[in-house]
């Protein structure tokens, strides 16, 4: 990203970079940030020769590309540009968020606008069922990447006139679930996070609105833990056992279950959150019901712990699916019986590529590029994950 990020800049960098300026200055620029103006032409009680230093040392804003709706209009998916700095060391990107419109009934009053936020450009965690995955890590998003497409959600809400009747008109809710693993940009993240739960130069969300979901990086989730907010922590766990785990997930070479169990368990300690465990259901694979009761010994001792399973969602090049319906519903069955709260994922923005491992397909496809082929991962998992499925294979004492 070329130029100052004014969103992840502290007030002495950003007065620095404008030549010197008073704290009422600072305080006038920080509050057109929070209200999603970050076009300093816009800033109009800057004075002239302020506007245009800060247009010529600021990170300049990311371009709409495209805007894509779906859900009679209660999905939203837009792809961001996002400027690199031209002298290479941060290439230009596009990214993709997704706003999510809940209007109010009787579960939700006042209604929901959810925005799913990207943390990086790509991923290099591999996971062989996501697409985001597929090509690997482009590069990092900076603070004010990541705030800002909650900024141009909360702008189109904000001059939105056709709303579906019963929605907000200002973004209620952040989950960091879009491309990317956000503790693999911890710093960013955190940024991110502290700047939207800030009431006075940010957004001012409440920190229980805002959900990090994670692959399970051990080492970034204390630093989450740290940062003293009750922030929601989702682990994506998708597999009861290390043996399956592995081959879905292979950080978990890194950060086996038992570790990652064990800074879920001092994350709700320290911030008295619900940790919520995410369990990506691909038939044949890790549905069989003999997984879902190792799933439920694994977290049902623990305590308050809540289970939403995502049916898997196509991607290109991967030929696994989705079990039936009623299959994801006899594996929801098995763990609430056991007394573990569990909910299956409404699926949302599928035929706009919008729903959760999706994002990133579209936007190789936008831009001319190939998609590598992920059936090669798939096929060569395939057998291993086969002779993988008996429980009694792992290496869990349940
Ligand atoms: N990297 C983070 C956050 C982004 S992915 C993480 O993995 O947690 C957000 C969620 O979508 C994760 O739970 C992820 O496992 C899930 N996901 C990825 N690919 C998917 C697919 N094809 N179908 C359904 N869910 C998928
Ligand atoms: Fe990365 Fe999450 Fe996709 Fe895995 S599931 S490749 S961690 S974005």
Redesign the pocket.
């Given at each position: 990203m070329s130029g100052l990020d004014p969103y992840g800049a502290d007030d002495r960098a950003l007065s620095e970079a404008l030549g010197g300026q008073p704290a009422y200055r600072l305080r006038q620029i920080r509050a057109w940030l929070a209200r999603g103006v970050d076009d300093p032409a816009q800033m109009t009680d800057l004075p002239k020769a302020l506007r245009s230093r800060a247009a010529e040392v600021l990170a300049p804003s990311p371009q709409l590309l495209s805007h894509r709706t779906a859900d009679d209009g209660l999905t939203h998916k837009v792809l961001l540009e996002m400027p690199g700095s031209g002298s290479g060391s941060a290439s230009t990107e596009s990214i993709e968020a997704v706003l999510m419109l809940y209007p109010r009934d009787e579960d939700r009053p006042h209604g929901r606008a959810t925005v799913c936020v990207s943390t990086q450009a790509g991923?290099a965690?591999g996971?062989p069922?996501?697409?985001t995955g597929q090509a690997g890590l482009r590069r990092q998003l900076s603070v004010g990447e990541v705030v800002r497409q909650v900024t141009v959600m909360q702008r189109m809400l904000a001059s939105a006139t056709d709303l579906p009747a019963g929605a907000p008109a200002h973004v209620t809710n952040v989950v960091?679930?879009?491309m990317?693993?956000?503790l693999a940009n911890v710093d960013a993240t955190l940024g991110a996070v502290r700047w939207l739960a800030d009431p006075e130069g940010g957004l001012g969300l409440s920190a229980r609105s805002i959900t990090v979901?994670?692959?399970g990086l051990v080492p970034a989730m204390s630093r989450l833990a740290g940062l003293g907010l009750q922030v929601r922590l989702?682990l994506?766990l998708?597999a009861p056992n290390d043996a399956l785990r592995d081959d879905l997930v292979p950080i978990n070479r890194t950060h086996p279950i038992s570790d990652v169990l064990a800074a879920a368990d001092a994350y709700r300690v320290a911030t008295g959150r619900r940790v919520t465990f995410?369990y990506?259901l691909i038939d044949g694979v890790n549905d069989e019901l003999a997984h879902a009761r190792q799933l439920a010994g694994l977290l049902k001792p623990r305590g308050a712990a809540h289970v939403n399973l995502?049916p898997?969602?196509p991607?290109p090049g991967v030929s696994w699916t989705a079990p039936p319906v009623a299959h994801q519903r006899d594996f929801l069955d098995i763990l609430t019986r056991a007394g573990l709260p569990a909910t299956i994922r409404a699926n949302r923005g599928g035929n706009i590529d919008a729903a959760?491992?999706?994002l990133h397909a579209s936007y190789q496809m936008a831009s001319g590029r190939t998609l590598p082929m992920a059936q090669g991962a798939a096929e060569r998992l395939q057998p291993s994950v086969a002779g993988l499925v008996p429980p009694s294979a792992s290496g869990d004492s349940l």
């Open positions: 991923c965690m996971c069922f996501c697409a960091f679930m879009g990317g693993e956000p979901s994670t692959i989702a994506s998708h995410e990506v995502i898997m969602n991607t959760c491992g999706q």
